[in-house]
């Protein structure tokens, strides 16, 4: 008998209860997102009536009618609450959430059902359309906050309700006659549930969620049944445009919902980002915990063909805000994209589970890459604004001469909410666990893969070991560990070497140290004791990034990176017509760290070159000229774009060479 | 009292009966349109059930339901015909004009009314929806096929037809009581009129066009209280997508069919495109023939918004596929665009209008740059498949990936046909018709606008003066003119010194002049004998085009122009991923006549760079590297895009300076 490969993790995930984020960038964002951002959330989930619907006050005729995702939004705000009262103890924030889950437990019906759309809207149409109705999205969402409660304050209450509607939705769905043999048109309950299994240890759940992976795809598609079920005929629907949307011409039916195909033979992410990030995120969770090698095959085979040819450089993915979809390789257009908040919360999210089976620094330089750029664009400076889409390039006219197609999500900038506010209460939860993508453990030792000031007590062969790390990262590229083990001994400190970072020096108790590197990062292998302090220096130049020749919208241009950190140019810096800077001269580049800039950031200032319209009066076109005026071209972090004046920005821009013109 | 300023055409156009296209590119299209556009056409026509609704042969549940345009169709094509006959004298193709001509006198009304989709859709709706169902536009189209059907033949019929459908509009639209106060949705009745009045002489016809002219855009807007009477409330369907896509955020109500202010105050071309452009044309055309200046210095003011902010190189227009409109100043996007062919068709007509006001080479410039670029891109060389949308850029994966908002129509490349199809049967009456725009006359003598082997033969101070040009333009900058004068007189041959010409030299007889130039034209004032030849000496190199800096989408790229023609590159010439092509040495360019290569073409080949993809294995962005393979870039003229192997196409290519890499 052939044995089956195995799945199995080299590295072992910390709890985000593990890490004290300190300081430093994400302890501000954390500070931020405690004290701002989770609390206006609330409020503007109040404004809209969602505490009421929640409560069941609502009545058809009554405005605010409640979506179908509002308990989403409640299970990431849950999530994010107790991620975050496990560092800022906030008995007001508790006793809030309390009260919301309280009204949970009082409307769940004795079958353990619980949604506030379909009790209040459509009480008789349960279970009836999956493929658009996020029902049981909803319930994962619940069930992931649910499990952040519990392991936050050890209050059992919401874990209980949520067990109990798993309960349900296991008795009602499976392979078993009588079972609805079916999954969810958008993904995530998948990924609750192994959290679910992992709190409580009870093995039907991660049985669910792997049904629920096993069964998509399989013909005859379960949406085209279920459709049928309810009197519509997909095949002529899909004439419809609402329907063709979700038929995409070059993978057929479903594809949208990543459910064209059994998961294992999805070679290329296709469809909804953020459905595909959750899934994935699943197929590497159920990887883990049922040594499932053939589920890690496929989800390496898919995260290479995203990361290598449709990802943006801010780790941002799904360029098509038709579908809030993938489109095709090496389609990455900077002005006409989506790249949702969301989608990219996704992509951390499975780039962290990826990680740990292979203890590659390629899915850690995403990871990191994402956080710096897309996710912590998805939140204003002030902590409440957001943005939906995360454009590369915005030129603000092209939105007010608009089509109608522009929705309020689309609108470049900020905004203090959305119709469909997936993505807020998303970055909320994510800044606020933020802690436990930093480390990792393995069998001999503790893996280190973001910088940020903070402290980790983790268990190495069976000794506490403490590390506390001190830095300012990304401003600067000198990072500082502090080892203290419970008892000196023998272990592994593995140390990421960024991808993006062309030099970097160890030093081990002030002394530099030649350590092997093993994909991409220092392994310090040597006797630990109290005290012992690791320094790790990292070159941080400007580095001028340019893009495979088939991403049609980049040739000719370059971004502007230092570390982690994309950066870009705004109009309240550099005037209009972004478009038409070029760089002249990278070798002299002014770095200064402004405390008093959007919170304290490090800014660029680049000499470039550009065409005065002065010389143009009423003229479109004209044999070329080179005549060209110099300028000082001013970049910020891409994620900082959008907090001061709207206007203009830009990531990629024209690099001409040095040698003035001919 | 104050004497009003008037409008006075310094030219007079000459009718397309009095040039003779004899060979040259225009002579060839002309050949393709008589002998495979204009019977293919009608085998089209057939083949969607045209004929037969048009016979009245077509009932409820039939297939091939009529469509409201299809009228305008038979109209365009009548008028084709009509043009072409007058060259190629074809008795078969004169049969099946006439027998369309004995349907529609056969299906006219006692009252005069006609309209085929009224007829047998809606018979009880006639007049109910001038906003939306093009019932005016259709008889404007008609009414200008009868026209030409009679200057051609001489036969009367259809154009009876139409004086009596004209004359039952004229009863039931105008100012005074008890008719309708209203004008179409979209505009071609206006210039229609104008054509029946001159044919005609009725002045009733001019009248009712300033009429709809004059109350377009009055408040309360007619379509609002049309809408009214209908049982639509506007402002409050405002808010379904439909309508507020005529909605336009910045101009306000109903400023998609320019009907938003009264035209004489409207200062930028807003809205649908060849709405814009049939409207400012029969401006024109009024300010012509009732000397209204105001109507002449709107036209003006909109030319320059127009050709100075929003106009392609290739003289397309209209860049948003969302309601075929234009968007704002500078925004010229070349992939994401739309240019349909009968925006540069009415862009053409507009252009040689303005033209006769001020004998003013910056109309006949863009009116050559247009016909040479995007009106010529319309019709493939085979002459029976067609563009409706003329992109700048294609990169196909983007149509097969594309959301379901991508029509037939929007598809890159050739079609046989459409289901609007308002472009083929446009394409082909301007080709037919295209003697027209290259000559006129003024007081003192005959204007040369455009170049191409053939003959005209026009009054000139009483004498009868026959003009006849040899060349081989646009291929070769060579042009001969032969004067053949009835009667030796001093008069002004007038010849166009092209904008795009950075040195002409003209000769008479064989010796160089020095020939004053008045707005662009060479004016050669002389006693002429029969037999003076005229020959003007075009320099012709590659030139290298910039765009105005505020041009997003252009900076740092230049367009290949030779002569009026704006070339492209192709991916069966040059592999995928044009867009990473670079120019780096213009000097260098081969030009070569390639008689065997889509019916004869002058190609280019130039010294260029891209990266290979080679070195880029599982890499989507890495730091800037410069190392870049030589090439040669091959160009064939723009408007003979997609006619070989569909793929790949460009116009703005990358342009590096030559000091090689740093």
Same mark, same amino acid.
């Given at each position: 008998?052939?044995?089956?490969?195995?799945?199995?993790?080299?590295?072992?995930?910390?709890?985000?209860?593990?890490?004290?984020?300190?300081?430093?960038?994400?302890?501000?964002?954390?500070?931020?997102?405690?004290?701002?951002?989770?609390?206006?959330?609330?409020?503007?989930?109040?404004?809209?009536?969602?505490?009421?619907?929640?409560?069941?006050?609502?009545?058809?005729?009554?405005?605010?009618?409640?979506?179908?995702?509002?308990?989403?939004?409640?299970?990431?705000?849950?999530?994010?609450?107790?991620?975050?009262?496990?560092?800022?103890?906030?008995? +007001? $924030? *508790?006793? #809030?959430?309390?009260? !919301?889950?309280? %009204?949970?437990?009082? &409307? /769940? @019906?004795?079958?353990?059902?619980?949604?506030?759309?379909?009790?209040?809207?459509?009480?008789?149409?349960?279970?009836?359309?999956?493929?658009?109705?996020?029902?049981?999205?909803?319930?994962?969402?619940?069930?992931?906050?649910?499990?952040?409660?519990?392991?936050?304050?050890?209050?059992?209450?919401?874990?209980?309700?949520?067990?109990?509607?798993?309960?349900?939705?296991?008795?009602?769905?499976?392979?078993?006659?009588?079972?609805?043999?079916?999954?969810?048109?958008?993904?995530?309950?998948?990924?609750?549930?192994?959290?679910?299994?992992?709190?409580?240890?009870?093995?039907?759940?991660?049985?669910?969620?792997?049904?629920?992976?096993?069964?998509?795809?399989?013909?005859?598609?379960?949406? +085209? $049944? *279920?459709? #049928?079920?309810?009197? !519509?005929?997909? %095949?002529?629907?899909? &004439? /419809? @445009?609402?329907?063709?949307?979700?038929?995409?011409?070059?993978?057929?039916?479903?594809?949208?919902?990543?459910?064209?195909?059994?998961?294992?033979?999805?070679?290329?992410?296709?469809?909804?980002?953020?459905?595909?990030?959750?899934?994935?995120?699943?197929?590497?969770?159920?990887?883990?915990?049922?040594?499932?090698?053939?589920?890690?095959?496929?989800?390496?085979?898919?995260?290479?063909?995203?990361?290598?040819?449709?990802?943006?450089?801010?780790?941002?993915?799904?360029?098509?805000?038709?579908?809030?979809?993938?489109?095709?390789?090496?389609?990455?257009?900077?002005?006409?994209?989506?790249?949702?908040?969301?989608?990219?919360?996704?992509?951390?999210?499975?780039?962290?589970?990826?990680?740990?089976?292979?203890?590659?620094?390629?899915?850690?330089?995403?990871?990191?890459?994402?956080?710096?750029?897309?996710?912590?664009?998805?939140?204003?400076?002030?902590?409440?604004?957001?943005?939906?889409?995360?454009?590369?390039?915005?030129?603000?006219?092209?939105?007010?001469?608009?089509?109608?197609?522009?929705?309020?999500?689309?609108?470049?900038?900020?905004?203090?909410?959305?119709?469909?506010?997936?993505?807020?209460?998303?970055?909320?939860?994510?800044?606020?666990?933020?802690?436990?993508?930093?480390?990792?453990?393995?069998?001999?030792?503790?893996?280190?893969?973001?910088?940020?000031?903070?402290?980790?007590?983790?268990?190495?062969?069976?000794?506490?070991?403490?590390?506390?790390?001190?830095?300012?990262?990304?401003?600067?590229?000198?990072?500082?560990?502090?080892?203290?083990?419970?008892?000196?001994?023998?272990?592994?400190?593995?140390?990421?070497?960024?991808?993006?970072?062309?030099?970097?020096?160890?030093?081990?108790?002030?002394?530099?140290?030649?350590?092997?590197?093993?994909?991409?990062?220092?392994?310090?292998?040597?006797?630990?004791?109290?005290?012992?302090?690791?320094?790790?220096?990292?070159?941080?130049?400007?580095?001028?990034?340019?893009?495979?020749?088939?991403?049609?919208?980049?040739?000719?241009?370059?971004?502007?990176?230092?570390?982690?950190?994309?950066?870009?140019?705004?109009?309240?810096?550099?005037?209009?017509?972004?478009?038409?800077?070029?760089?002249?001269?990278?070798?002299?580049?002014?770095?200064?760290?402004?405390?008093?800039?959007?919170?304290?950031?490090?800014?660029?200032?680049?000499?470039?070159?550009?065409?005065?319209?002065?010389?143009?009066?009423?003229?479109?076109?004209?044999?070329?000229?080179?005549?060209?005026?110099?300028?000082?071209?001013?970049?910020?972090?891409?994620?900082?774009?959008?907090?001061?004046?709207?206007?203009?920005?830009?990531?990629?821009?024209?690099?001409?060479?040095?040698?003035?013109?001919?």
């Amino acid at each position: 008998m052939i044995r089956q490969a195995q799945a199995v993790q080299k590295l072992a995930p910390i709890s985000w209860k593990d890490t004290n984020v300190l300081g430093g960038l994400w302890g501000r964002r954390q500070q931020i997102n405690h004290f701002v951002t989770i609390p206006s959330q609330y409020k503007r989930f109040e404004e809209r009536g969602s505490f009421e619907a929640l409560k069941r006050n609502w009545k058809a005729g009554d405005p605010n009618a409640p979506h179908p995702f509002w308990d989403s939004d409640f299970g990431k705000w849950i999530e994010a609450a107790a991620f975050s009262l496990a560092k800022y103890p906030d008995p +007001e $924030l *508790e006793k #809030l959430v309390d009260s !919301v889950i309280d %009204e949970i437990a009082e &409307n /769940q @019906q004795s079958d353990g059902y619980f949604n506030t759309y379909f009790d209040l809207i459509e009480p008789d149409k349960k279970w009836t359309n999956l493929y658009y109705m996020h029902e049981l999205y909803c319930a994962g969402h619940l069930a992931e906050g649910a499990v952040a409660y519990y392991l936050a304050t050890g209050k059992r209450k919401f874990l209980d309700v949520m067990c109990r509607y798993m309960d349900h939705i296991d008795a009602r769905f499976g392979s078993e006659p009588g079972k609805i043999h079916g999954y969810c048109g958008h993904q995530e309950i998948e990924l609750a549930l192994v959290k679910l299994y992992r709190a409580t240890g009870e093995e039907r759940y991660l049985k669910l969620s792997k049904y629920f992976i096993d069964e998509r795809g399989k013909q005859p598609y379960f949406f +085209e $049944l *279920e459709s #049928l079920q309810r009197g !519509v005929d997909t %095949e002529k629907t899909a &004439n /419809q @445009q609402r329907h063709l949307k979700y038929y995409l011409k070059e993978h057929g039916p479903y594809a949208e919902y990543q459910s064209h195909l059994p998961v294992r033979e999805q070679e290329a992410p296709v469809g909804h980002a953020v459905r595909a990030m959750y899934m994935y995120s699943a197929m590497a969770d159920l990887a883990a915990d049922t040594q499932d090698k053939t589920l890690l095959d496929a989800s390496e085979k898919l995260w290479d063909r995203l990361t290598q040819r449709q990802m943006y450089i801010t780790g941002g993915i799904g360029p098509s805000s038709d579908g809030e979809r993938f489109t095709f390789d090496y389609d990455l257009p900077n002005e006409y994209t989506y790249n949702e908040t969301c989608a990219s919360i996704g992509l951390v999210m499975w780039a962290h589970r990826m990680l740990q089976f292979n203890a590659d620094r390629k899915y850690a330089d995403v990871m990191e890459q994402t956080l710096y750029n897309t996710v912590l664009s998805g939140v204003s400076v002030n902590g409440d604004e957001y943005s939906y889409a995360n454009y590369l390039a915005v030129y603000p006219d092209r939105f007010k001469y608009a089509s109608t197609l522009i929705i309020d999500k689309m609108m470049p900038g900020r905004h203090k909410w959305f119709n469909v506010a997936c993505c807020p209460p998303n970055v909320a939860r994510l800044i606020a666990s933020i802690g436990q993508y930093m480390y990792s453990t393995s069998e001999d030792g503790i893996y280190v893969h973001l910088y940020n000031d903070s402290e980790t007590t983790v268990d190495v062969k069976g000794n506490r070991v403490t590390l506390t790390q001190q830095t300012n990262y990304p401003w600067e590229g000198h990072i500082g560990l502090t080892i203290m083990p419970e008892t000196a001994a023998e272990f592994t400190v593995a140390v990421r070497y960024p991808g993006w970072c062309s030099h970097a020096e160890v030093k081990v108790n002030g002394n530099k140290v030649d350590a092997p590197i093993v994909n991409g990062y220092f392994m310090l292998n040597r006797n630990w004791a109290q005290g012992d302090v690791v320094e790790l220096l990292l070159d941080m130049p400007i580095q001028l990034v340019e893009s495979h020749p088939s991403v049609r919208t980049n040739s000719g241009k370059v971004a502007l990176q230092r570390g982690p950190l994309v950066y870009c140019m705004e109009e309240t810096d550099n005037a209009r017509d972004l478009s038409d800077l070029s760089l002249v001269d990278e070798t002299d580049i002014k770095v200064q760290y402004e405390a008093d800039l959007l919170d304290g950031v490090v800014t660029l200032e680049l000499k470039g070159q550009r065409r005065e319209t002065s010389s143009w009066e009423g003229q479109l076109y004209r044999p070329v000229q080179t005549q060209k005026t110099d300028v000082l071209v001013k970049a910020i972090p891409y994620f900082l774009w959008a907090n001061r004046d709207p206007g203009e920005m830009l990531i990629w821009i024209n690099h001409n060479c040095s040698c003035g013109s001919h």
